[in-house]
Protein backbone atom coordinates (compact mmCIF):
# COMPACT_ATOMS: atom_id res chain seq x y z
CA UNK A 1 0.00 0.00 0.00
CA UNK A 2 2.97 2.65 0.52
CA UNK A 3 4.87 1.48 -2.30
CA UNK A 4 3.97 4.31 -4.50
CA UNK A 5 4.46 6.95 -1.77
CA UNK A 6 7.92 5.62 -1.76
CA UNK A 7 8.31 6.10 -5.35
CA UNK A 8 7.21 9.54 -5.45
CA UNK A 9 9.04 10.88 -1.87
CA UNK A 10 12.13 11.21 -3.47
CA UNK A 11 10.57 13.90 -6.11
CA UNK A 12 8.57 15.82 -3.84
CA UNK A 13 10.95 16.14 -1.08
CA UNK A 14 13.85 16.75 -4.18
CA UNK A 15 11.55 19.71 -5.02
CA UNK A 16 10.43 20.95 -1.53
CA UNK A 17 14.47 21.14 -1.14
CA UNK A 18 14.47 23.50 -4.37
CA UNK A 19 11.88 25.52 -3.37
CA UNK A 20 13.18 26.18 -0.05
CA UNK A 21 16.57 27.01 -2.07
CA UNK A 22 14.98 29.35 -4.19
CA UNK A 23 12.89 30.90 -2.01
CA UNK A 24 15.79 31.86 0.44
CA UNK A 25 17.85 33.62 -3.01
CA UNK A 26 15.18 35.05 -4.05
CA UNK A 27 13.96 36.67 -0.55
CA UNK A 28 16.89 39.15 -0.59
CA UNK A 29 15.79 40.03 -4.21
CA UNK A 30 12.54 40.48 -2.60
CA UNK A 31 13.62 42.78 0.33
CA UNK A 32 16.02 45.23 -1.70
CA UNK A 33 12.78 46.19 -4.06
CA UNK A 34 10.67 47.00 -0.60
CA UNK A 35 9.31 43.87 1.28
CA UNK A 36 11.58 43.68 4.37
CA UNK A 37 13.91 41.05 5.28
CA UNK A 38 18.02 41.01 4.82
CA UNK A 39 17.34 42.29 1.62
CA UNK A 40 15.92 45.63 2.83
CA UNK A 41 18.90 46.08 5.12
CA UNK A 42 21.35 45.40 2.22
CA UNK A 43 19.48 47.88 -0.04
CA UNK A 44 19.85 50.80 3.23
CA UNK A 45 23.05 49.65 3.96
CA UNK A 46 23.75 50.62 0.47
CA UNK A 47 21.99 53.96 0.40
CA UNK A 48 23.94 54.93 3.46
CA UNK A 49 27.42 54.30 2.19
CA UNK A 50 28.24 51.68 4.55
CA UNK A 51 29.93 49.33 2.43
CA UNK A 52 31.63 47.53 5.71
CA UNK A 53 28.02 46.20 6.30
CA UNK A 54 27.07 45.73 2.90
CA UNK A 55 30.29 42.87 2.39
CA UNK A 56 29.23 41.25 5.77
CA UNK A 57 25.38 41.07 4.63
CA UNK A 58 26.47 39.52 1.06
CA UNK A 59 28.57 36.90 2.96
CA UNK A 60 26.13 36.18 5.39
CA UNK A 61 23.74 35.89 2.05
CA UNK A 62 26.03 33.58 0.24
CA UNK A 63 27.33 31.59 3.71
CA UNK A 64 23.88 30.50 4.23
CA UNK A 65 22.81 29.47 0.59
CA UNK A 66 25.68 27.89 0.62
CA UNK A 67 24.92 25.99 3.77
CA UNK A 68 21.15 25.57 2.55
CA UNK A 69 22.32 24.33 -0.76
CA UNK A 70 24.88 21.12 1.30
CA UNK A 71 22.40 20.45 3.69
CA UNK A 72 19.64 19.58 0.84
CA UNK A 73 21.99 17.68 -0.92
CA UNK A 74 22.58 15.62 1.89
CA UNK A 75 19.38 15.33 2.38
CA UNK A 76 18.26 14.28 -0.98
CA UNK A 77 21.20 11.92 -0.97
CA UNK A 78 19.72 10.44 1.99
CA UNK A 79 16.25 10.13 0.85
CA UNK A 80 16.97 9.33 -2.32
CA UNK A 81 20.31 6.97 -1.95
CA UNK A 82 23.43 7.06 -3.36
CA UNK A 83 24.08 4.92 -6.39
CA UNK A 84 27.28 4.91 -8.12
CA UNK A 85 27.78 5.36 -11.94
CA UNK A 86 28.97 1.86 -13.22
CA UNK A 87 30.74 2.34 -17.25
CA UNK A 88 27.35 0.32 -18.29
CA UNK A 89 25.35 3.02 -16.74
CA UNK A 90 26.81 6.11 -18.79
CA UNK A 91 25.37 6.99 -22.19
CA UNK A 92 27.91 5.91 -24.63
CA UNK A 93 29.27 9.88 -25.49
CA UNK A 94 29.78 10.18 -21.88
CA UNK A 95 32.31 7.04 -22.05
CA UNK A 96 36.07 7.59 -22.08
CA UNK A 97 37.69 6.24 -25.33
CA UNK A 98 39.58 2.88 -24.64
CA UNK A 99 43.22 3.16 -25.08
Known amino acids: ?3 PLAQVLPVIAGQVLYFFESNTRSATIIGIVGAGGIGL ?3 E ?3 TYNFDQVAFIVLLILVAVAIIDWVSGRLRAA ?3 RRRLTDTDRSPRLRRPML
Do not use: A, D, E, T
Open 79 to 81: IIG
Open 45 to 47: QIR
Open 41 to 43: QLS
Open 1 to 3: MLW
